[in-house]
């Protein structure tokens, strides 16, 4: 009879994935000023880019006395990972301020539900199959 050497569970180590913190940017600038914003999101590991068409509330007269022009904006939402937003926000401030009126900030994305999501935002994609599975 042969003896088979069943490995102790004490032996095995669970390998754990790297999480890193990743961060949301929104940026509020003048309408058709988000092209520039997103050419200089191309060259940082921004994951993905939403540009949403925003309309302030406030009236002309408000508008004129505060010395703002437009009140139609553009929203730009990016999923980005935290130690590259303060590269981002100083890359973006020259555009901000030159091009129109515009603000960058950024939340923190505290949770999550599911690997396959964080790993899309973070691009830590694993080859599999179309339904995510590994191979």
């Known amino acids: 009879m042969k003896k088979i050497k069943v490995p102790s569970k004490n032996k ?3 390998v754990e ?7 949301m940017l929104i940026t509020i600038c003048n309408r058709g000023k988000s092209a520039l914003l997103l050419k200089r999101l191309e060259n940082v590991d ?10 302030g509330t406030a009236n002309s007269d408000i508008l004129d006395y505060l010395g703002l022009g437009e009140s139609e904006k553009d929203v730009v939402i990016s999923i980005l ?8 926000l100083k890359e973006l401030e020259p555009i901000l301020q030159k091009h129109g009126k515009g603000i960058a ?3 923190p994305i505290s949770s999550m539900i599911g690997m396959m999501a964080y ?3 973070t691009k830590n994609i694993s080859k599999g ?3 995510g599975k590994s191979k």
């Open 17 to 23: 994935p790297k999480i890193t913190e990743i961060k």
């Open 46 to 55: 921004s994951t993905m880019e939403i540009v949403l068409l925003g309309r």
């Open 129 to 131: 199959d179309k339904n």
């Open 81 to 88: 990972k935290a130690d590259m937003c303060q590269i981002v």
């Open 12 to 14: 095995i180590a669970k």
């Open 105 to 107: 900030f950024t939340i």
């Open 119 to 121: 790993n899309f935002l």
